[in-house]
């Protein structure tokens, strides 16, 4: 499988804290992508990534900010974090075709913010 | 909008028994149609993907899907199923090209599968 590597894998922080999750990936995939998964919702989509410093808003981005300052990595910021984001995030990245690739999957970062 | 919807909660099934795992789909355009696993405390993987061709796709780990497009319908199946194959299942659609592409993926809410010796 691809190499993505998330960390922390697991946190536990306050409310009102600043928070950054990793994505590390080594598959020199162009795309890359923040979701969060919550009982009954499936995996829905924060932010993705479709180049170098190039950064777009998903389904659920209220509270969550993103940088892509290499190919490689792709970070995501909860800059005051609340208790409604607890929860478990997954970054995915996927190489750009004409062929539909699939999403490779991190094994996620498990945040609980009292 | 794209949409996808996995109508039950849980399935529960014999080892050695087949396996159906339903997903249904609303799409503009063609669909684009995906399955992952994920087993606890991992991330996704994919298991097939539905593009264009044969109605019947076969997958990993001895998985396959039907696209039926009358019934805008995407089902998984696996003729025997292994106490192994409990996990979480997700169908997923990909976004149209007209909101930009990047390969973005649509997930339904998910369907534990439960395989019982």
């Known amino acids: 499988d691809a190499g993505i590597t998330q960390s922390p894998r697991h946190k536990v922080t306050e409310t009102g804290t600043p928070v950054t999750l990793r994505c590390h990936q080594t598959?020199?995939?162009?795309?890359m992508y923040w979701y969060r998964q919550d009982p009954g919702h499936g995996l829905r989509l924060i932010h993705y990534?479709?180049?170098?410093?190039?950064?777009d808003k998903g389904e659920v981005s209220d509270g969550y900010s993103v940088s892509r300052s290499k190919t490689e990595d792709f970070l995501l910021t909860l800059e005051s974090a609340t208790s409604s984001q607890t929860s478990v995030y997954f970054c995915?990245?996927?190489?750009?075709?004409?062929?539909?690739?699939?999403?490779?999957f991190g094994d996620g970062t498990r945040l609980s913010i009292l | 909008a794209q949409s996808v919807a996995q109508p039950e909660d849980q399935v529960n099934v014999a080892e050695g028994n087949p396996l159906t795992v339903k997903c249904t789909y609303s799409?503009?355009?063609?669909?684009?149609l995906f399955w992952y696993v994920q087993y606890p405390n991992r991330g996704l993987q994919f298991l097939l993907k539905?593009?264009?061709?044969?109605?019947l796709v076969k997958g990993s780990y001895g998985f396959e899907a039907e696209f039926n497009k009358s019934q805008t319908s995407f089902h998984l199946k696996k003729p025997s199923a292994l106490v192994s194959d409990s996990a979480l299942y997700f169908c997923?659609?990909?976004?149209?090209?007209?909101?930009?592409?990047?390969?973005?993926?649509?997930f339904g809410a998910g369907t534990r599968l439960a395989v019982h010796p």
């Open positions: 995915a990245s996927s190489y750009v075709s004409f062929s539909n690739q699939p999403q490779h």
């Open positions: 598959e020199n995939h162009r795309y």
């Open positions: 990534s479709y180049g170098v410093k190039d950064t």
């Open positions: 799409v503009s355009g063609n669909p684009y």
């Open positions: 539905y593009i264009t061709g044969d109605n």
């Open positions: 997923a659609v990909r976004d149209p090209p007209e909101s930009g592409g990047y390969n973005k993926l649509i």
